[in-house]
């Protein structure tokens, strides 16, 4: 078969590869010069498998407000008349019960940890280098408050069978030393000793080389102009090169996915939520983080990779905007400079910001969706490149019509039908 990926992020790379690996003739379109040059390209650098869970939960709603009257909180709002922001805000808020909660957890959970489980088996790959290690990840406690409050977390934690700790300060330096020479006190942590973390842009552009060995072509400076269709199936993509046509389709475009799929007839909850990140080269490797700290107080994680420090956070509602504001930097400054003083040099910090597609449900969009030979993969929200490789695998075996591994009926667009 001749598949069609539109999207070289790191969800439309990892399932071309698997499809590659699979037999079939691959071409990737992407409106970029290269793969990973949206928001695969600066995220937080977590493999976070243990924290697979949705934002929208019991107490998040009393928590946002908290946060929205924060200065420099981890939630901003640029309130705006799109219809499309309230809707998804009234479903996001509509899943913040108990029940909703734990239904959307337990399908995350699941997606995770059969990632993890190919991730297991990509690594083992020569040539699948990306500054990875797998030293678990730290959630930072600034107040005893905040310690308090994990009770809930930890419970479902044990439920899923995630491994974890609770430290204490010492606990803390001894897993992160470089926490020794912090200005702020702490007052513990929660550490998933099994998460991993690594450069995601790395990552894609790895996996695009694999996938480029096994027979994918990928088509950069190519734009996706419309998709053409004729009864129930999908004849073709405009492009600004001409119409690509093959006989399977799959949109992986991320947060612009939405956008494209509704000339369809398709209404994909997916909306965009802005993040930012900087990029500190490292000054001195003593007193620098080992793996991913989680700020607690700020909602932003600080991750080690080989020469440089990746410090990422902040959720802005504000549609498809991709202005880079200069101020929504403090607080990425502002934890490193608290907890890693002396690690790196932020003059040199480079800044950047990407729009992670958000379903309200947490959950991202896996399968087939209106038409026969359509699919979508998408809506991966905060955990996009923890969950990529077990989407990749699943998109791929749905197209070749093998049952996949894991139960994947409540994972495509279906579900919000009812
Ligand atoms: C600040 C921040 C921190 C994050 N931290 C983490 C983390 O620690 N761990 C984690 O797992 N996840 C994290 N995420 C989430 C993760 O980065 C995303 O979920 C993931 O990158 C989404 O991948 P994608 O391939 O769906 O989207 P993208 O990477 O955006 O890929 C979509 C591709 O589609 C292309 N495209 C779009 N429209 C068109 C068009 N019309 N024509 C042609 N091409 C088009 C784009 O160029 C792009 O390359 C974070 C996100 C942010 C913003």
């Not at 308090?148 to 069978?161: A, C, F, M, R, T």
């Not at 430290?167 to 001894?174: E, F, R, T």
């Not at 991993?196 to 102009?225: N, P, S």
Request: net charge neutral; with cysteine.
């Amino acid at each position: 078969m001749k598949i069609l990926i539109l999207g070289a992020g790191v969800i439309g790379t990892t399932a071309a590869y698997y499809l590659a690996k699979a037999g079939h003739e691959v071409v990737v379109l992407d409106r970029q010069p290269g793969p990973a040059l949206e928001t695969s390209f600066g995220n937080a650098g977590e493999l976070s498998y243990g924290y697979a869970s949705p934002w929208a939960g019991p107490g998040i709603p009393l928590k946002a407000i908290k946060w929205l009257l924060m200065t420099d909180g981890p939630l901003v709002i640029r309130p705006m008349l799109d219809p499309r922001m309230w809707l998804w805000g009234m479903s996001l808020l509509a899943n913040c019960t108990k029940r909703a909660y734990a239904l959307n957890k337990s399908r995350m959970v699941r997606l995770a940890e059969y990632s993890n489980a190919q991730m297991v088996e990509l690594r083992r790959l020569p040539g699948l280098a990306f500054e990875g290690r797998e030293r678990g990840t730290l959630q930072l406690f600034r107040t005893q408050q905040q310690l308090d409050h994990i009770h809930g977390d930890v419970e479902v934690l044990k439920q899923y069978g995630v491994a974890f700790e609770v430290l204490d300060p010492k606990g803390c330096v001894a897993a992160e030393p470089g926490l020794a020479t912090a200005t702020v006190p702490f007052v513990g942590a929660l550490r998933l000793p099994d998460d991993d973390t690594g450069d995601c842009k790395l990552f894609t552009e790895a996996v695009t080389r694999l996938a480029a060995e096994a027979g994918a072509a990928f088509y950069y400076d190519t734009t996706v102009l419309g998709v053409e269709t004729t009864g129930g199936l999908v004849t073709g993509v405009r492009t600004n090169h001409g119409l690509e046509v093959a006989d399977e389709y799959v949109v992986a475009m991320g947060s612009y996915t939405p956008l494209l799929v509704a000339s369809l007839g398709i209404d994909l909850p997916v909306y965009p939520i802005k993040g930012y990140s900087i990029t500190v080269p490292i000054t001195d490797e003593a007193v620098a983080p080992v793996s991913t700290v989680m700020d607690e107080t700020y909602k932003v994680a600080t991750t080690r990779f080989d020469n440089r420090i990746r410090v990422g956070g902040t959720a802005e509602i504000a549609g498809w905007d991709t202005t880079l504001r200069p101020h929504r930097r403090g607080p990425l400054d502002r934890s490193l400079r608290d907890l890693f003083p002396r690690a790196g040099d932020l003059s040199k910090a480079s800044f950047w910001c990407g729009l992670r597609p958000m379903t309200p449900d947490g959950t991202p969009v896996i399968g087939k969706a209106k038409y026969r030979n359509l699919y979508l993969s998408t809506g991966h929200g905060t955990l996009g490149w923890t969950m990529a490789a077990g989407s990749g695998r699943i998109l791929c075996d749905i197209i070749c019509g093998h049952q996949p591994e894991i139960d994947v009926s409540d994972l495509s667009i279906s579900r919000y039908a009812a």
